[in-house]
């Protein structure tokens, strides 16, 4: 049984106007100890989706559907059962470590905190497991940094904090939502190798959320391609970046900037923009930016159909995509 | 820490400068003749003018400002020449009920306004947020004598719980001498937490659309404890900006309340001091409200330090 099992995913945006959703029936499954990530640009509904499984969505949204985890379905569980979930078996790191973190407590405080929490841990205890923690995620001088504050530590020393704080218990799925955006290239890449290895060594599950084609693949090993609110191609990496079948995820790999572009070469982009957030229309929700669309796009959502092994796309024109697909 | 002490020190030892130059020239042009006003319109002109020598009035006034506050700094307060009593005691005997009246109200007031404020900021656009604030307006609209006259009404005459008015001293006891402080405490202390609690109120919300708040609730806490443990000491510091703020309301509403109160406070003093044309005694209350405010102030530059550690550096 999948360890986190998502089935027909909403989450609606109460707005003035009416309701909108931004995530409109997302199903996915991960097992455990494997890792998955969810790409797609801003607005897609990518971090809605981490928040609805964490149970943090923000005031004026509503999930709906099924989030089985670990076979309970998290969205009908009570809010005290959510908390016992949160920080012990489910955990998540965010994009922003400058504001993610409290600023008026010291980090060993912090780090150590889920266990006071879950484990009822006493101050010394829990304290000496944040430092090892803190040192095994290699902040440097882990022993001074346990009492001081967020504002005397960089960028990627706050998201090593952050790591170790949603490590401390031992979960078995990470959310990261953008782990490594607000960070310089350099310390990207080694966060991002630290949560891999991390991920590795404990058998936990991934979940990364990232508008970044580079950093998912890099990362996980199965991806999710999202567009307004649907996953619109799913598979192996290899396969969905290497051979994409729907015209989104094709745009997307072809608006990655080349080094061997030649000179005076366009850079290309997906033409158009995504639209804003509003009631849902029928048909296929990239129909208005896609160059093969047709009248049969705009009447009925495509259903996910099988592109390759493992591999699947909610495109019509799978065929004619993979046709037209140059890298 | 003691570079950002020394800082504040000095600014606190300018503001009060410039507090005693100001209070110094608004006194001088006050109208009046304070002699003449002592010895009355029919006086001898001759005892008007050997009174004006007697209390140094002849002198210019930079030797004047010089001999007041010099004498300040020694200790020397001079005679109240309407109370006819030394004012560094009368001055002592006055802030021992104004000081526990401010105290008293400022407690109240935070403690209202700290329920109220987190309680409507946690329950956001529910019946019982909407309740409090229109509390709140109701409180801050309503002038605070008035609610003292209502108080009055209610709990002395209807009641008797508390005095109407007076103080009964703190030889009578410290139950007596507080029983006579409630009401006008209470009086002082509505308006003020009917403000608070919504810069509470306000300050709470802000603080729970912080992203460390979603990373509270990310490691198993609920909504409550996660205000409780992380919440709250960051909304504190707007909190206390404005406490800090409101003890100076405070003080000045004291002298509006101890004359409903009928209570021989600083503020009474002062009513008493200005139509006295007491002027050595006008000079020194306000100088010593100054003294009050100034001091407040200083004490929330520390609880800044004191609540976020990001102060030290960036002072």
Redesign the interface.
């Known amino acids: 049984m999948a360890l986190l099992d998502v089935a027909d995913l909403w989450a609606v945006v109460e707005a003035p106007t009416g309701e909108a959703p931004a995530v409109r029936g997302v199903s996915f499954a991960l097992a455990h100890g494997r890792t998955l990530g969810i790409v797609g640009e801003s607005g897609c509904g990518k971090t809605l989706t981490a928040l609805a499984i964490?149970g943090?969505l923000p005031?004026g949204v509503h999930g709906r559907g099924r989030i089985g985890f670990a076979g309970v379905d998290l969205l009908t569980q009570p809010?005290?059962t959510l908390?016992?979930?949160?920080?012990?078996r489910l955990?998540?790191i965010?994009q922003?470590p400058m504001?993610?973190?409290?600023?008026?407590?010291p980090v060993g405080r912090q780090v150590a905190?889920?266990l006071r929490?879950?484990r009822g841990m006493g101050q010394a205890a829990a304290y000496a497991q944040a430092l090892r923690l803190l040192t095994e995620v290699g902040l440097d001088q882990s022993a001074r940094r346990m009492s001081q504050?967020p504002?005397e530590l960089s960028g990627g020393q706050r998201q090593r904090v952050?790591i170790a704080?949603?490590l401390i218990c031992g979960p078995d799925l990470l959310i990261a939502d953008e782990p490594t955006t607000a960070l310089d290239v350099t310390v990207q890449a080694h966060i991002l190798d630290l949560v891999r290895a991390l991920v590795d060594e404990r058998g936990m599950a991934l979940l990364l959320i990232s508008h970044d084609l580079g950093v998912v693949a890099e990362t996980v090993a199965e991806v999710a391609v999202m567009y307004r609110g649907r996953i619109v191609e799913r598979g192996p990496v290899t396969a969905v970046l290497g051979q994409p079948a729907h015209p989104y995820t094709q745009g997307l790999m072809q608006a990655l900037p080349r080094l061997d572009a030649r000179r005076g070469e366009r850079h290309r982009v997906v033409p158009g923009a995504v639209p804003p957030l509003g009631p849902p229309e029928p048909g296929c929700a990239f129909a208005a930016r896609c160059a093969l669309a047709e009248p049969a796009c705009r009447t009925s959502d495509p259903p996910m159909a099988p592109a390759g092994p493992d591999h699947t796309a909610a495109c019509i024109h799978i065929a004619a995509a993979r046709g037209a697909w140059r890298p | 820490m003691s570079a950002f002490l020394v800082r504040r020190l000095l600014t606190l030892a300018a503001t009060l400068l410039a507090a005693s130059l100001v209070i110094f020239v608004v006194v001088e042009v006050l109208p009046g003749d304070p002699a003449r006003t002592i010895l009355g319109p029919e006086a001898d002109p001759e005892a008007v003018a050997a009174l004006r020598v007697r209390l140094g009035l002849e002198r210019p006034p930079a030797a004047r400002y010089l001999a007041w506050v010099g004498g300040l700094l020694g200790g020397e307060f001079g005679v109240s020449y309407t109370y006819h009593v030394p004012i560094g005691g009368l001055l002592a005997e006055r802030l021992a009920i104004t000081l526990p009246l401010a105290a008293v109200a400022m407690a109240l007031t935070t403690a209202i306004a700290l329920s109220a404020g987190v309680y409507a900021a946690a329950r956001?656009g529910s019946a019982g947020d909407v309740a409090v604030m229109a509390l709140t307006q109701l409180g801050i609209a309503v002038p605070g004598f008035w609610f003292a006259i209502l108080l009055i009404l209610l709990f002395a005459v209807e009641l008797g719980w508390f005095p109407a008015g007076g103080f009964a001293g703190w030889d009578a006891g410290i139950g007596a001498a507080l029983r006579s402080l409630v009401l006008p405490a209470i009086a002082l202390a509505l308006v003020q937490a009917a403000i608070l609690a919504r810069v509470t109120r306000s300050a709470v919300i802000e603080v729970l659309d912080?992203?460390?708040m979603?990373?509270?609730?990310?490691?198993?806490?609920?909504?409550r404890a996660a205000l409780w443990r992380?919440g709250l000491?960051?909304a504190l510091v707007a909190v206390v900006t404005v406490m800090g703020l409101q003890f100076a309301n405070l003080t000045a509403g004291a002298v509006v309340l101890e004359n409903v109160f009928a209570l021989p406070g600083l503020g009474r003093l002062a009513f008493q001091a200005i139509s006295q044309r007491d002027l050595q005694l006008v000079r020194d209350v306000v100088l010593l409200f100054a003294v009050v405010v100034v001091a407040v102030n200083f004490l929330v530059d520390l609880l800044y330090a004191v609540?976020?550690?990001?102060v030290k550096?960036s002072a």
């Open positions: 964490m943090l005031r809010e005290d908390c016992r979930l949160r920080g012990q955990a998540m965010f922003e504001t993610a973190l409290n600023p008026l407590h905190e889920p929490i879950h504050f504002h952050m704080m949603a | 956001r912080e992203d460390f979603r990373t509270a609730r990310a490691k198993g806490l609920s909504r992380h000491r960051n609540i976020d550690p990001r550096l």
